[in-house]
């Protein structure tokens, strides 16, 4: 890609976090816009007639087109590189593990951590952070089995998997999931912290 590109997202979201790990594994070039999600940014008519959906990141192309869904985005920024996945049967296990990060991990260990850091862990939502916690350790437990016996989510080789699930596993305790009972978890999160062009989510 020779023209930059603009990702509208949220600095504290690890959906958006995902857009910029990639970018920054693949030197790709864009610019930022910060959305205000909380102040209703994401609402307003003129984003939503960029998104309908109302909810970032957003990917606008230099054709005046816009993409959204964060794995969405991850699949076309990593389009003919082996980040997606080599041949047909290894971009379908990227997939795969793409649709489980966003069914069975994203609801509830993204979803605790946006009640805890963005919302300030309100009385009334604790039955609801409370129902979350069988189905993130659930998760976790399947990450763990698969992490046991391959150094990276679809196998052997980095890939946007191990983006789109790093992005919210490396933060799960700040949605209350405590990762002392995953070994390989935690192993696999130094191991992508180490990488040459890794870049950290912004914390504050």
Same mark, same amino acid.
């Not at 590109?5 to 610019?31: F, H, W």
């Not at 969405?72 to 082996?82: F, G, P, Q, T």
């Not at 191990?162 to 305790?173: E, G, K, N, P, R």
């Given at each position: 890609?020779?023209?930059?590109?603009?990702?509208?997202?949220?600095?504290?979201?690890?959906? @958006?976090?995902?857009?910029? *790990? +990639? @970018?920054?594994?693949?030197?790709?070039?864009?610019?930022?816009?910060? &959305? $205000?999600?909380?102040?209703?940014?994401?609402?307003?008519?003129? =984003?939503?007639?960029?998104?309908?959906?109302?909810?970032?990141?957003?990917?606008?192309?230099? $054709?005046?087109?816009?993409?959204?869904?964060?794995?969405?985005? +991850? @699949?076309?920024?990593?389009?003919?590189?082996?980040?997606?996945?080599?041949?047909?049967?290894?971009?379908?296990? &990227? +997939?795969?593990?793409?649709?489980?990060?966003?069914?069975?991990?994203?609801?509830? !260990?993204?979803?605790?951590?946006?009640? !805890?850091?963005?919302?300030?862990?309100?009385?009334?939502?604790?039955? $609801?952070?409370?129902?979350?916690?069988?189905?993130?350790?659930?998760?976790?437990?399947? *990450?763990?089995?698969?992490? +046991?016996?391959?150094?990276? *989510?679809?196998?052997?080789?980095?890939?946007?998997?191990?983006?789109?699930?790093?992005?919210?596993?490396? &933060?799960?305790?700040?949605?209350? =999931?405590?990762?002392?009972?995953?070994?390989?978890?935690?192993?696999?999160?130094?191991?992508?912290?180490?990488?040459?062009?890794? &870049?950290? *989510?912004?914390?504050?």
């Amino acid at each position: 890609m020779t023209e930059k590109l603009k990702v509208y997202g949220d600095s504290r979201s690890g959906n @958006c976090y995902k857009i910029q *790990m +990639l @970018c920054a594994e693949l030197a790709i070039p864009y610019t930022w816009q910060e &959305v $205000d999600i909380l102040a209703g940014e994401s609402r307003t008519p003129q =984003f939503l007639a960029m998104n309908p959906n109302g909810r970032v990141p957003l990917l606008a192309l230099p $054709d005046g087109t816009y993409l959204a869904e964060s794995n969405a985005i +991850l @699949c076309y920024l990593a389009d003919s590189n082996a980040l997606a996945g080599p041949g047909r049967f290894g971009r379908a296990q &990227v +997939l795969q593990w793409l649709f489980f990060e966003q069914y069975s991990h994203e609801p509830y !260990i993204a979803t605790s951590r946006f009640i !805890i850091r963005y919302l300030g862990n309100p009385p009334e939502r604790q039955a $609801d952070l409370e129902s979350k916690k069988k189905g993130g350790y659930a998760a976790l437990g399947v *990450m763990e089995r698969q992490l +046991l016996n391959n150094a990276y *989510m679809a196998g052997e080789n980095f890939s946007i998997a191990d983006i789109a699930l790093f992005a919210y596993t490396h &933060v799960s305790d700040e949605g209350g =999931f405590d990762l002392a009972n995953y070994p390989a978890i935690r192993a696999w999160i130094r191991t992508i912290e180490r990488r040459p062009k890794f &870049v950290a *989510m912004t914390t504050v």
